[in-house]
């Protein structure tokens, strides 16, 4: 089945303690997304990617990081969590940022910052 | 900038009403246009898209019209089910090489038997 798994679906954690987030695609898509789910904010791009060792900033970028490997594994990184990164986070993927490819997403990491 | 504003939420219907929500985009160029559709507990799915205008974009019943000249892709049903009840969000994707895609706030809609 094609999909883009995230791990875990939900996470606790105090202020500074690294976390990493795992994303995989199974569609050998070229393009990946990390986007984070406000209230009344919609979705926000945090970082892309649009192919191996090919990553860049969206619209929040600050206080995340990502590193693309492999084309299937796009982990999000947060060195020192904190509160305002409190948040619902999906990963997507699709065969090509340029053509608008329908983007897959993941269901979802809800991450608690405390 | 480009950006996507939904009606606000929730709309509560009844089974087999009729639905509409309402989806206005601001943008340069010439934008595809997108609806997403995420069920509780679930990431975001695409339910039809539009890539130029007049494209009529469907799918499950729904529909939506690009409409260039009042810079809207409203979402319409014409008998809305309880398996319908989600929150539906507009995107736009201006086709750069970000293959980023702009959201509105969503619209949770709840339909009651």
């Known amino acids: 089945e094609a999909q883009v798994t995230q791990n875990p679906r939900y996470l606790i954690t105090v202020t500074g303690k690294k976390l990493t987030v795992t994303c995989s695609q199974n569609?050998?898509?070229?393009?990946m997304s990390w986007y984070r789910q406000d209230p009344g904010l919609g979705l926000r791009q945090i970082y892309y990617?649009?192919?191996?060792?090919?990553?860049d900033k969206g619209d929040v970028p600050e206080g995340y990081k990502v590193s693309r490997k492999e084309k299937r594994n796009f982990p999000l990184i947060l060195e020192s969590p904190s509160p305002n990164q409190t948040s619902l986070y999906f990963c997507?993927?699709?065969?090509?940022?340029?053509?608008?490819?329908?983007?897959?997403f993941g269901n979802g990491t809800r991450l608690t910052v405390t | 900038g480009n950006s996507v504003t939904q009606m606000e939420g929730p709309v509560t219907l009844s089974e087999e009403a009729f639905l509409t929500i309402n989806c206005t985009y601001t943008?340069?160029?010439?934008?595809?246009l997108f609806w997403y559709v995420q069920y509780p507990g679930e990431g975001l799915q695409l339910l039809l898209k539009?890539?130029?205008?007049?494209d009529k974009g469907s799918n499950k019943g729904f529909e939506a019209t690009y409409r260039k000249e009042t810079t809207s892709f409203h979402l319409e049903k014409g008998s809305v089910q309880v398996s319908d009840s989600a929150v539906y969000f507009c995107a736009l994707s201006d086709g750069s090489n970000t293959g980023k895609l702009i959201f509105g706030q969503g619209t949770t809609l709840q339909v009651k038997p």
């Open positions: 539009a890539t130029k205008a007049d």
């Open positions: 990617s649009m192919n191996v060792e090919v990553t």
């Open positions: 997507a993927s699709s065969s090509g940022g340029r053509y608008n490819s329908p983007l897959h």
């Open positions: 943008a340069t160029g010439y934008p595809s």
């Open positions: 569609m050998n898509h070229e393009y």
